[in-house]
């Protein structure tokens, strides 16, 4: 599977947008990009995912490179809610298992 | 999104005996579902990959006949810790695998998880 490279930690002000990087160099051309997070002791919530296109949904934006080796977890107005540790996590596209990285902490101070 | 749940939430059991921990998908049914397993400050780890009707799929290093996992139903998978010690002790989590149009395209939905300590 191919790798990410993520950073350990982030913090950000509660209502103000926070962007998590996400590099990925090794990209295949069949991986998709996809966004989990988890708060303190619970499960992976699904966020995100995209393949080429910047995405939207409810909880956050998807902003991918042109080249697709990196991406950016956008969420427009953080809340304390939010803090938990976002994992972005390349599929393949025959593959349905999922590989965690070690992710990036992300705090939130009001 | 889909809901999956976990049974029990936590438990805590004395070395030597097994565990069975339930996962279930409550409003869909799932042909495929995972197990995971987190240590503290640690990311989830792969344990198996789990399909209705045939034998798991364990990741490398994991030792299937300590951890059983079945899959008898399209809604309930099962993974029994068995002869549980204390360096079993760890964060269980399921997923179960929601398919759509395109395999790369399928989203996993995951239960809240099941602790175990192993005294």
């Known amino acids: 599977d191919a790798k990410t490279t993520q950073p350990n930690s982030m913090e950000s002000n509660e209502e103000e947008p926070v962007h998590l990087p996400c590099n990925h160099s090794?990209?295949?051309?069949?991986?998709?990009i996809h966004w989990y997070r988890q708060l303190p002791s619970q499960g992976p919530e699904y966020v995100i995912h995209?393949?080429?296109s910047n995405v939207n949904n409810r909880m956050a934006s998807l902003a991918i490179a042109e080249d697709r080796k990196s991406s950016t977890l956008i969420l427009h107005r953080a809340t304390l809610r939010d803090a938990a540790v976002y994992y972005c996590?390349?599929?393949?596209?025959?593959?349905?298992?999922?590989?965690f990285g070690t992710g990036t902490r992300l705090q939130v101070t009001l | 999104g889909a809901v999956v749940s976990q049974h029990p939430s936590w438990v805590i059991c004395k070395s030597g005996t097994s565990v069975k921990i339930e996962c279930r998908s409550l409003?869909?049914?799932?042909?495929?579902m995972f197990w995971y397993r987190q240590f503290p400050k640690q990311s989830l780890m792969l344990m198996a990959t789990?399909?209705?009707?045939?034998?798991?799929?364990?990741e490398q290093g994991v030792e299937k006949d300590k951890f059983l996992i079945n899959h008898a139903s399209l809604t309930l998978s099962t993974l029994t810790v068995t002869s549980a010690h204390p360096e079993d002790s760890s964060f269980y989590i399921c997923?179960?695998?929601?398919?759509?149009?395109?395999?790369?395209?399928?989203?996993?939905?995951f239960g809240p998880g099941t602790r175990l300590t192993v005294l």
């Open positions: 995209g393949l080429t």
């Open positions: 409003d869909f049914q799932a042909t495929t």
């Open positions: 996590i390349l599929r393949g596209g025959t593959a349905s298992k999922l590989t």
């Open positions: 997923s179960a695998l929601v398919a759509t149009a395109g395999r790369a395209r399928d989203e996993q939905f």
């Open positions: 090794t990209i295949s051309g069949t991986d998709y």
């Open positions: 789990s399909n209705e009707g045939s034998k798991a799929t364990y």
